[in-house]
């Protein structure tokens, strides 16, 4: 047993000062010890250990039953900064069903306690496995931590602390009261003044676990434009804690407008169901660099159960699949690009689509999210196809001209041997259809759902299944970014009453939340078959104040080096554009200008001063400022067009947290 260790357990400091405190503490708890049923020698000493932190703001509370403790029950629990430690002491390997279930009965006892931050979630707790001196390496057990006991200052001494001692001590009050298998140690509950404010406000719904906290709603919609957001890992709110622990009997959706945690509560969802069931779970998404984003910001939320989680993209998923099954479909989006525009100017541009609407990308989007995206596998099925939110009414004698045009597109590609992205899609849905899946996810969710097709809808349904828990898909019609939408019943998905809609953005300044709400951003996800959307224009902002600069001028590079430099843009900053190219241009201006950028996509974790990418390339992400420089690009005048565009920008807007910076460039500009 090391010096240190000795010192500690006799209250003497590591400096070799003897502390009076820690001693008195150490005799306190040795009382106590000797008042119950024996524990083994070494078990004694770690809980010594453990009520000689009182000091340092950790309250211990020992099991009654140790060392006989339950399966299901930890030996003893500690509250402090760094956390609730669920703590377990063996000298064998715990079985993971053992060391689960002691976490998931100490996490329910907390579940619902409510501080003036919020309410307490599931990432303050972490299982720690304690073996006697000798009996075991120290190591980063899965879903568990384990210390030898000489190596308790691991999980004790934090950097930054979890906790503050206010909501520490209502943690612990709340174990106290919640059960009688807990015991405090070299503390009194009824002799500790409670902290004002802490665990005082709300109370929970235990028997119906919905945690309707009235109380604490309105107290904090009082006091809400005048604090901060609270760390999201940490602390959430009644309506997202309810979403997060709700049995769901089958799918469930999650909708809001930007900025209302919607990401943020799947991330949990998935964590609070990875720490009570075995399997993997997927996190998936049409975007390229979210699930990359959602991994980093999981790994912070739940390092324990990271490894059970997959972060994909659901075409690279599928992609994947195909490979397995020795159906390689690699896209090359070039190619396919090129492959449409050689059709386009043999037979579309002067042909009746042209003549009807000159745009190509629109009929390459008619193709992309009505025929492939629909899976449409004949004309008459075409012919009878809804297009939501494409604009113009295209008849069944005209749908005829389009459908030749689609089928000569499909003979390019074949001709070229190449697919295009709907393919993969197609063809492994086509795939689970003829072999379900051999590896079942005990749940799955979908980010940015809206913007899924038809398709890729029923392809990640046909993943899930329709069990309890399998399945949640999380979205916001307004920030629809692609034409065309969908029912969920035309996927074979019922939600039953299983959605939740969450209003209250801790996201965007109140200056932002009103710049965002000036968007006429025309909701046209019909995904949740007729039922009433919220915009954000009734979102509940939680944070004030907030600056918004409308700049119109013709210099506008130069007004937006002055403005970064101005604002003195370090790490949090984004130049949002409409188009790749604009991207490309303004990585450049700004580096010609002394301010160090880069691309926002590929996304990358590393640091950068100011992150430039397209308001596509943006979307699950958040930035202190947001600049939206004005683009020379012809206006189109119909409908859906305008549309789009507004969405577009209220997801562009809502990227920013405090600052919003809007160019309008004059007839003569640069």
């Not at 174990?175 to 298998?181: A, H, Q, S, Y």
Request: proline share 5%.
């Amino acid at each position: 047993m090391s010096v240190e260790h000795l010192r500690a357990n006799r209250g003497v400091s590591v400096t070799g000062t003897y502390d009076h405190h820690r001693e008195r503490l150490r005799r306190e708890a040795d009382e106590q010890l000797r008042a119950r049923p024996p524990l083994p020698s070494w078990q004694k000493r770690v809980v010594e250990r453990f009520a000689v932190e009182r000091g340092s703001g950790w309250y211990t509370l020992l099991n009654q039953f140790a060392p006989h403790t339950p399966d299901n029950r930890p030996d003893a629990v500690l509250v402090g900064p760094g956390g609730v430690l669920v703590v377990l002491l063996c000298e064998h390997e715990p079985p993971v069903a053992a060391a689960r279930a002691a976490f998931v009965w100490t996490a329910e006892l907390l579940a619902g306690l409510a501080t003036p931050h919020g309410l307490l979630t599931e990432a303050v707790v972490r299982t720690v496995v304690v073996f006697p001196e000798g009996g075991r390496a120290t190591a980063e057990d899965g879903e568990h931590v384990v210390v030898a006991e000489s190596e308790l200052d691991r999980v004790l001494v934090c950097a930054e602390p979890v906790l503050d001692g206010a909501d520490a001590l209502a943690a612990a009050r709340q174990l106290d009261n919640g059960t009688f298998d807990l015991t405090p140690i070299a503390w009194n509950p009824q002799r500790i003044p409670r902290p004002r404010g802490a665990g005082q406000v709300g109370a929970s719904d235990r028997s119906s676990g919905l945690f309707e906290v009235r109380r604490l709603r309105d107290e904090q919609a009082e006091r809400a434009p005048h604090v901060a957001v609270p760390d999201w890992r940490l602390f959430l709110d009644d309506a997202q804690l309810g979403a997060v622990r709700r049995q769901y009997g089958g799918p469930a959706r999650i909708s809001g407008p930007a900025g209302t945690g919607k990401s943020t509560l799947a991330l949990h969802r998935l964590a609070h169901l990875a720490r009570r069931g075995p399997g993997r779970l997927l996190f998936t998404s049409h975007l390229e660099s979210l699930p990359e984003l959602a991994r980093e910001q999981f790994r912070a939320l739940a390092p324990q159960v990271a490894h059970r989680v997959e972060f994909r993209n659901l075409h690279e998923w599928a992609a994947e699949l195909l490979a397995e099954r020795g159906r390689d479909t690699v896209v090359d989006e070039q190619r396919v690009d090129a492959a449409f525009t050689a059709v386009w100017e043999r037979s579309g541009r002067s042909g009746p689509l042209a003549a009807a609407r000159p745009s190509r990308h629109y009929w390459k989007d008619e193709i992309d999210r009505v025929i492939k995206g629909r899976g449409l596998g004949t004309l008459e099925s075409y012919r009878s196809a809804t297009r939501r939110g494409r604009g113009g009414q295209l008849s069944p004698a005209f749908r005829a001209h389009v459908w030749e045009f689609y089928c000569e597109y499909e003979r390019e590609l074949c001709e070229r041997g190449i697919y295009d992205r709907n393919d993969v899609l197609i063809r492994a849905l086509d795939e689970l259809g003829r072999t379900p899946l051999g590896r079942v996810y005990s749940g799955v969710a979908v980010d940015e759902v809206q913007d899924l097709t038809l398709v890729g809808l029923r392809l990640v349904h046909a993943v899930s299944g329709d069990g309890p828990n399998r399945l949640l898909l999380v979205g916001d019609g307004q920030q629809q970014v692609f034409a065309g939408g969908w029912r969920l019943s035309e996927a074979g998905i019922s939600l039953r009453g299983r959605s939740e809609v969450l209003r209250r953005n801790y996201r965007n300044r109140a200056a932002i939340v009103e710049a965002a709400g000036e968007l006429d951003a025309v909701n046209r996800f019909d995904d949740i078959d007729g039922a009433p959307a919220v915009t954000l224009r009734s979102s509940l902002p939680v944070l004030s104040g907030g600056e918004v600069v409308r700049w119109n001028g013709v210099a506008q590079r130069d007004a937006v080096l002055a403005a970064l430099r101005g604002l003195d843009a370090g790490a949090g900053t984004a130049v949002l554009t409409r188009s790749r190219a604009a991207a490309e241009e303004w990585t450049e201006v700004l580096r010609r200008g002394g301010v160090p950028a880069r691309r926002l996509a590929p996304w990358s974790p590393e640091p950068a001063a100011v992150l430039v990418g397209t308001l596509l390339e943006a979307k699950g992400f958040e930035f202190r400022a947001v600049f939206l420089p004005d683009e020379r690009r012809p206006m189109g005048f119909y409908r859906d067009e305008l549309e789009a565009l507004q969405r577009q920008l209220l997801v562009a807007t809502t990227r920013a947290r405090d600052y919003l910076w809007i160019g309008a460039l004059e007839e003569s500009d640069e």
